[in-house]
């Protein structure tokens, strides 16, 4: 059983930034990948950035440019880092740790609770 610990979030004012955090169980690195999903009211679950255990990044097209996925191994976490937040990102945010399997080992992701995050003044 893997934990997905996150923090961070809250209300944010429209301009502002939010950084949010999450901490597995177990060490970041028995993932292959890492990242950020959210779900506003009456959407899809979106992806808003990954780091693969190698360090790729991936950014959902919105998070581009203005988001900072990163991973500290000292503290077993990982980061997401919005700035010039607006009301559209007001949404539920996910950590998602991916197992991509091995022979011996089926794939698997794993989800966090999810966090809210509202931006308006």
């Known amino acids: 059983q893997v934990e997905l610990v996150e923090s961070g979030g809250g209300l944010v004012q429209p301009g502002g930034s939010l950084t949010l955090s999450c901490t597995p169980s177990?060490?970041?690195?028995?993932?292959?990948?890492m990242g950020w999903y959210r779900q506003a009211p009456g959407k899809e679950r979106e992806k808003v950035a990954s780091?693969?255990?190698?360090?790729?990044?991936e950014y959902g097209y919105f998070a581009k440019g203005r988001s900072t996925i990163s991973r500290d191994n000292a503290k077993n976490t990982v980061y997401l880092q919005m700035n010039s937040l607006t009301p559209e990102d007001t949404a539920v945010y996910y950590c998602?740790?991916?197992?991509?399997?091995?022979?011996?080992?089926?794939?698997?992701?794993?989800w966090g609770q999810g966090i809210q995050v509202t931006v308006s003044s």
């Open positions: 998602n740790a991916e197992f991509w399997g091995t022979p011996q080992q089926p794939e698997h992701d794993y």
């Open positions: 177990r060490s970041i690195f028995d993932f292959n990948a």
């Open positions: 780091i693969l255990s190698g360090g790729v990044r």
